[in-house]
């Protein structure tokens, strides 16, 4: 019976077994039953329930794309595709990711996080709130500045496009019209950011002012290396040149080097445009051979104001002050000025004058504006090229009266007093009623003002004619200003006035000072006059000027003291007259001397001996004076007499030499070192071999 009830056990657990086996062999997801492998199992494969389709719970990570999930790759790893928030890797998915420096999960700009995932800000390469550029960089000059700023840079080539060096001083070599257009025009406040690069680049931009009404505008350039920019003088850091064209122009208008000299090499000038009128800023670097890597083209457009201090289109006069009965209106008109009636020179206008001399002239028209016998203001012009202006000026008095005569640009920006730079170019003579000139000039002060001014005497009684005319007679000028002041000269007043020698306040001859103001010769007044050889101030003897004005110790020529037989042909500063044999003639010198001499016709040459008869090296200065009357020993020579002086041994051959002791002065000066006994020849010239000086000293001073 046990034996059965055991065996009925077996088979008992033998069939559980079996179905147990089953059931495992059965197991899948969906049916309900957590098996193992499983982390949950609702009885369904839906996702998105909870449980999703491979029994697993749902959520980001588990591989199924559920929810609000855009993807999942089964991991929570970001950067791989498919970030940890189960977004898609990239800027705005929320999540922070290699090479984003934020991420916000958004791509709103301006909230903290831009839409590139960089920090707000400038810099960051997107243009948010505040920006007007953002160029992902906070360099300036590059078109936006450190400050997000929008700037204005040039396009080149903006010149000739054939970049050379070889212009001059301001003038460069490469200007053109047409390229200048690449950049557009400018016509309105700008600061045009550029450079000159290489060596021989020049640029050229096109301002207009596209308004309705006359303009005053202003340009600048500025160094923008570092340490400078906008508005700090250059000092020395670069140099440039700036010139204004006009479209139809073959010269520039007006030009400037420097804004204040050495303080600020660089080129500033205010220029007026009337309504739709251009002009082409030229801006080089000064000779035309020299980088400048960085600089700033400034533009500021002003209205033209009357009593702004700056002469404006319309304007003939501007006195900072709307002011009447001061010279310039309160409409900035010249106030008794008086307008020139044409003709006033020869009637037949034509051009072909050279220099400064027209081909013009005629005085019988002069009248038509009377003949001015006081100060005066003509305002007038030179209209159509060829055309020349004569006007007559008569000294009514009885004395002497000085003519100051000024021509000056009314063109804008220019005005009475204001340089006439290179914007026009005139010439002006003093002439009498048949032509000849009695006094004439070209530049008031070189290239800096071409304008003309001269001063001339006018005797009592005595009519002259001043006659205005363009350099070359080949161009026009629409309006310029003839200032003339006419002053009496007395004789007397305290004054040194044209014609007079001196005026010591009084009339009265024998004090040095003649009753007509001119010098008397009287020794000790300290001015070289005719006979006397020195002047110190005093009449004391052994003081080295005697008090006969005589050079004491001095040494006189003994002719001749060259080869013999003088002759003009010499050049330059080498003469042809040399020999040693005549030198002896004045002794050898040993010691310091003045030697009196003179060249006494064109052609005369002098040849001295020195001698060092020391035992030791001896220095030996040697110096040309003029005696000739008011110049004198240490007085310089200026242009008066032109000497040269050529130390050289027995047989001719030069060893030193000295033409000019100074730029300001024409006589000649060196100094030699002398061996011990050793003799040399100072040789005199004049330069070019070719005049007389009347009377010469040679001061030589031995120096141990």
């Not at 030198?583 to 001295?608: I, P, R, Y």
Request: aromatic content about 6%; overall charge negative; some cysteine.
């Amino acid at each position: 019976m046990w034996k059965s009830m055991i065996a009925c056990l077996g088979l008992l657990f033998a069939a559980c077994a079996d179905n147990n086996n089953d059931n495992n062999n059965n197991a899948s997801c969906g049916d309900g039953k957590v098996d193992p492998g499983e982390g949950c199992d609702d009885g369904n494969t839906l996702d998105g329930d909870g449980c999703e389709h491979n029994c697993m719970v749902g959520g980001c990570g588990d591989g199924a794309v559920a929810g609000g999930e855009q993807c999942d790759d089964g991991n929570t790893t970001s950067g791989d595709g498919c970030d940890n928030n189960c977004k898609p890797t990239g800027c705005g998915n929320g999540v922070m990711t290699s090479g984003e420096a934020c991420d916000d999960g958004n791509t709103s700009n301006g909230d903290g996080c831009d839409s590139n995932c960089t920090a707000s800000g400038c810099g960051n390469g997107v243009t948010s709130s505040g920006e007007q550029c953002d160029d992902g960089n906070t360099t300036s000059l590059d078109g936006c500045s450190a400050t997000c700023a929008t700037e204005n840079v040039e396009i080149e080539p903006n010149e000739d496009g054939t970049i050379s060096t070889g212009g001059t001083d301001i003038a460069g070599n490469d200007f053109a019209r047409t390229a200048a257009d690449a950049n557009g025009a400018i016509d309105a406040a700008t600061t045009i950011y550029a450079h000159l690069t290489p060596a021989g680049d020049e640029d050229v931009f096109k301002v207009t002012n596209s308004g309705t009404q006359p303009m005053t505008v202003r340009f600048d350039v500025w160094n923008m290396a570092t340490g400078f920019g906008v508005g700090v003088p250059c000092a020395q850091s670069i140099d440039t040149g700036l010139n204004l064209w006009t479209s139809e122009g073959t010269a520039p208008v007006t030009s400037n080097d420097d804004r204040d000299g050495d303080t600020d090499r660089c080129s500033g000038l205010t220029f007026s445009l009337e309504a739709g009128q251009s002009v082409y800023a030229h801006v080089v670097e000064f000779d035309d051979d020299a980088v400048i890597a960085t600089y700033a083209l400034d533009v500021k457009f002003m209205p033209i104001v009357c009593g702004d201090g700056s002469l404006g289109i319309g304007e003939q006069c501007d006195d900072s002050n709307t002011n009447s009965n001061d010279g310039c209106s309160s409409t900035c008109q010249l106030e008794g000025a008086v307008t020139e009636i044409e003709p006033n020179e020869d009637g037949t206008l034509s051009t072909g004058g050279t220099g400064t001399g027209g081909n013009d002239f005629g005085s019988a028209n002069a009248d038509t504006n009377g003949a001015f016998t006081s100060d005066v203001t003509i305002a007038a012009r030179l209209t159509p090229a060829g055309d020349e202006d004569v006007f007559k000026f008569t000294n009514t008095t009885t004395t002497p009266a000085k003519l100051t005569l000024d021509v000056w640009n009314l063109a804008p920006s220019f005005g009475i007093g204001v340089a006439c730079g290179s914007s026009i170019d005139t010439g002006m003579h003093v002439r009498n009623a048949a032509g000849a000139s009695l006094a004439s000039n070209d530049d008031r002060n070189g290239s800096s003002d071409r304008c003309s001014s001269l001063v001339y005497l006018v005797p009592p009684g005595q009519s002259v004619y001043a006659h205005v005319s363009e350099y070359d007679d080949d161009a026009a000028i629409t309006s310029y200003a003839l200032v003339a002041t006419l002053t009496p000269v007395v004789c007397g007043d305290n004054d040194v006035g044209l014609g007079e020698q001196c005026d010591d306040g009084n009339t009265a001859s024998g004090d040095g000072c003649s009753a007509t103001c001119q010098r008397e010769a009287i020794c000790g007044n300290s001015t070289l006059d005719a006979g006397e050889q020195c002047d110190d101030g005093n009449t004391a003897n052994a003081d080295g000027c005697s008090s006969t004005c005589q050079l004491e110790g001095s040494v006189s020529e003994v002719e001749p003291n060259e080869d013999g037989t003088p002759s003009v042909g010499g050049s330059g500063t080498n003469g042809n007259d040399f020999a040693s044999a005549n030198a002896h003639a004045n002794g050898a010198f040993t010691g310091s001397v003045v030697v009196v001499a003179s060249v006494g016709a064109a052609g005369d040459e002098d040849v001295f001996e020195f001698t060092n008869s020391s035992a030791a090296a001896v220095s030996v200065t040697f110096d040309i004076w003029n005696l000739a009357p008011n110049f004198g020993i240490g007085v310089s020579c200026g242009t008066s007499i032109d000497t040269v002086l050529r130390i050289r041994d027995a047989a001719g051959t030069s060893l030193a030499s000295n033409d000019d002791r100074s730029s300001s002065d024409r006589c000649s000066a060196l100094t030699f070192s002398l061996a011990a006994g050793q003799t040399v020849y100072a040789h005199l010239i004049e330069y070019g071999d070719n005049a007389a000086i009347a009377s010469y000293a040679l001061k030589a001073v031995y120096t141990p």
